[in-house]
């Protein structure tokens, strides 16, 4: 076979790809610091987005290890093997920013829908997650505040009291699992205890409208909470 398939690549499987091949040349030895987002994204011609989620890959493969008011410094030389596995997660993933679209789109008229049709069960199920998510965000435990914070969201989409919004629903929160997103969430969203305790908080407005039964606040605080972690993403 003469040639190969050309395949569409992601600007940011691109940009990780440069950057690995930087450090593979020895631009950036072990231990170094990289160059700023805002450098990196200049350099590149590329959105600052676009490298967050570039390294936050690179994070999740441990190529490349984040440390908070300092920036990012490489923690090994990968070889073949691990550009290549880095490149491949972000090709199989949804893009971090297509996950917030498509929740943002999504999840602020289920928040509204559970509020018109909620019942005690739910409540206790959602207030019993919410409690979870305080105690972990004030411990700085982000492991185990990210699956309270999925368990809540996955409880909203079965409450939905409609099996096809749930089947829609359940496997866009799923995507709270993917290491590209988790590791963008853990870096940028929620960084330290006091972003945990502003989106505990924006959780807890959303559930006092939905015991109240105020579908129109449901809708508006879970519209802010994708808002606000959209901004973030695009600063």
Known sequence: MAFEKVRPRKVTAIAAEQI??????GDYPVG??????????????VS???????LSALQAMEIVESRPGSGNFVLCLPSSAEEDDTLHLIESEAGCREVMDARQT?????????AANHTSAILDSL????????????????ESYFDADKAFHVTLAEAAGNP????????????????????????????????????????????????????????????????RMRAIWEA
């Open 164 to 227: 096809l919004v749930t089947a829609a629903l359940s496997p866009l929160v799923g995507t709270m699992e993917q290491k590209v997103y988790r590791e963008f969430t853990r870096h940028y969203y929620l960084k330290n205890v006091s972003d945990l305790r502003l989106v505990v908080g924006l959780h807890e407005e959303i559930l006092d409208a939905i015991a109240s039964g105020d579908a129109e606040t449901a809708f508006a605080k879970m519209v802010e909470h994708w808002t």
């Open 127 to 142: 207030r019993e997650t919410l409690a979870r998510m305080s105690a972990h965000a004030e411990r700085d435990d982000f």
């Open 32 to 45: 170094s610091k990289l160059p700023s987002e805002f450098e990196l994204a200049e350099q590149m011609g």
């Open 48 to 54: 600052r987005p676009s490298i967050r989620e570039a």
């Open 20 to 25: 690995v091949e930087a450090i593979q040349r």
């Open 106 to 114: 999504l999840e602020p008229p289920v928040a509204a829908l559970v």
